[in-house]
């Protein structure tokens, strides 16, 4: 119970950052004002929250007492079945709304949720992070399978090829006028090394804070070029190193100081951490709708639709992980419970009923597991 508290503060953080993606896809176009268009891009400087924040949670949901097959069960359970009702949904709105629809291609392979790596464009556009932290619960698995994921020493090779890595990128994309997809082994980065600033701030790890020193002196020697080189060119995408840096340098920064010295609990932005998977999935819907439908009736979107649109995705994201997200996540654990019960009686046929409590996780650890690692 006392790690399940000491977490609390992720929470909060996880839905001011949730905030923060809708404020920039909901208001900001609303906006005259280029500081949120030229300056920083508040809901990219949520994104790298999330990222940094499941860097110190997930890779300590892979620990001795858990499995290959146990993690990616409870991944399962806790990613799959709100993205799938967020992505029906969404293709039923562009149906209802008599927008273009999706190829049948694109709609098949964003149902895994790596419809990058399948060359296929995202059927919603905040779905492009989801790719990278499937991408990072993979390595964390290799390092888990190898042995390696308490190992500092391989989170910080980690840490070093992928800033290494986007370096390249960087260059071909400056050099050869290329899109390169930069964002992803510095994301990468960033979330290795927030799973050594957990044990610099929660662990309360010596060597673990010096390294932190270290890196963030790393990161302010290296990512500025790689920011330069990656994003000084627009390539369709509003493009502007001066938001990039900006951008990049609040948010850690921010995210340093908001998970050690500035930490809070607020129960309404716990809750709203809570809720935040399917405010992330769900606000572009509550968008779309809201915007299509007012522009069919010759009104148009303005800031009060705006703020009608964010009190309509917070209590349906309520909702939604009431009796979506919670149910599944405790499928999953009935699973790994079931799993690991059997597991027991097979070891000890002769002490089956030791056995069974023996293995049996306390609700605390379900809690851990499973409500500490959301998005």
Known sequence: MQKTQRLLHLDA??????????????????????????????GKLGVLWFFLISGMVIPFTLHRK?????????RFFRLYPAYWLSLITYIAL???????????????????????????????????????????????????IAGLIDSHKARLACIFSFTAFAGCLSIIRWTFDA??????PLALSLMFFGSIWREATISGSESARRLCMYLVSFFAITFPPILYFAYS???????????????????????????????????????????????????????????ESLKAVGITYN??????????????????YLLLELKFINVGARINRRATQACGHETDRS?????????????????????????
């Open 13 to 42: 953080l996880r839905g001011v950052a949730a905030l923060l993606v809708v404020f920039q896809h909901l208001y900001v176009p609303l906006l005259s004002t280029t500081f949120f268009h030229n300056v920083i891009d508040l």
């Open 66 to 74: 858990t499995t290959t097959k146990r993690f990616l069960i409870s």
């Open 94 to 144: 562009l149906y209802i709304l008599n927008l273009p629809l999706p190829t049948i291609h694109t709609i098949l392979s964003n149902f895994t949720m790596i419809q990058t790596a399948l060359g296929a464009p995202d059927v919603v556009g905040v779905y492009w992070t989801l790719f990278i932290e499937i991408v990072f619960y993979s390595f964390c698995l290799l390092l888990f």
């Open 179 to 184: 899109k390169m997809p930069v964002a992803l």
């Open 233 to 291: 060119k627009d390539m369709g995408y509003g493009e502007n190193f001066q938001r990039y840096f900006i951008t990049y340098f609040s948010a850690i920064s921010s995210f340093l100081v908001l998970t050690s010295i500035a930490r809070t609990s607020a129960p309404l932005l716990s809750w709203l951490g809570a809720i935040s998977y399917s405010v992330y999935l769900f606000h572009p819907h509550v968008y779309l709708f809201t915007k």
């Open 303 to 320: 800031l009060w639709f705006a703020a009608l649109s964010t009190i309509l995705t917070l209590l349906i994201s309520n909702y939604i």
């Open 351 to 375: 002490a089956e009923g030791t056995a069974s409590l023996l293995v049996q996780p306390t609700i605390a650890d379900s809690t851990a597991e499973s409500g500490n690692s959301n998005r």
